[in-house]
């Protein structure tokens, strides 16, 4: 249940083996819009070297848009590597550009919503194919189709929640926030996000993993509450009410379970 995706430029191999130590829960290769054009044959072949070894923790590569000759040799490089946990599919709109993809490899797909024509087919692109594993907002390009300030995000930020959980998908991480020295504006950006139904978030600096760890990690008083109700599920069953008034249902032991797996979700 990861909590933390960190982006890292596939074209500086150095900076990849740090971001594999920093902690995240998983590391991202970009190969798409951190990567110069002149440079993308050497993320690739750099990537592809990488992993051919298993890291120490998973890694995805985000390949370059579908249909694209640099999208089609980035599947032909990597997509049968060992040490690839996943792929992370930008700019999808259309579910058949998904299905396309799952027929060439056996990898998990990440499927990336950044055009208005993905979020109008956000549930279609969730269910395309058993293949997929998740999906997530890719907040700059949609913003600029968009013309929409933060706030304008929120209803298709919600949309992407609903689309996934109605999929059976985990809920999507957060998009990542650009300022890496605003730590601040991180984590309350972080609250409206687990509000909104988020779990994690990517990051594009290491500094910003704690910030996120923290954000969603249940709090002391979260896994307290959990653990009193989980407790209370098994000696009772069924629907009961808690010794301080409370009403439990199957709804709420399920969201106990799931706050306390967040909570030992590491050793």
């Known amino acids: 249940m990861p909590l933390t995706w960190l982006y890292v430029p596939g074209d500086r191999p150095s900076v990849v083996a740090k971001a594999l130590a920093a902690g995240a829960d998983v590391v991202l290769i970009d190969l798409e819009d951190a990567v110069a054009p002149d440079r993308k044959e050497y993320a690739r072949a750099a990537t592809a070297e990488l992993l051919t070894a298993e890291p120490p923790v998973p890694v995805h590569v985000r390949v370059n848009a579908l249909g694209s000759p640099a999208s089609e040799a980035d599947l032909a490089a990597l997509s049968a590597l060992r040490g690839l ?31 208005a024509r993905g979020i109008e087919n956000a549930y279609a692109l969730a269910g395309a194919h058993p293949a997929v594993r998740g999906v997530s907002l890719g907040e700059a390009d949609l913003r600029a189709e968009l013309g929409v300030a933060d706030s304008g995000l929120d209803w298709m930020r919600s949309r992407v929640v609903c689309a996934a959980r109605a999929a059976g998908l985990p809920s999507p991480a957060q998009s990542v926030y650009p300022d890496v020295r605003d730590l601040a504006g991180l984590a309350e950006s972080c609250a409206h996000g687990k509000a909104l139904g988020f779990l994690g978030r990517a990051a594009i ?63």
Do not use: M, N, W
């Open 205 to 267: 600096h290491p500094r910003q993993l704690p910030v996120i760890e923290r954000a969603y990690a249940p709090t002391t008083e979260e896994i307290e509450a959990a653990e009193e109700i989980a407790k209370a599920a098994v000696v009772g069953g069924g629907a009961l009410a808690l010794p301080d008034g409370r009403f439990v249902d199957a709804a709420i032991v399920a969201g106990a379970h799931r706050t306390l797996a967040l909570a030992h979700r590491r050793p």
């Open 85 to 115: 946990s996943g792929l992370r599919l930008p700019k999808v709109s259309a579910p058949a550009e998904v299905v396309r993809v799952a027929e060439r490899t056996a990898l998990p797909l990440h499927v990336l919503l950044e055009s």
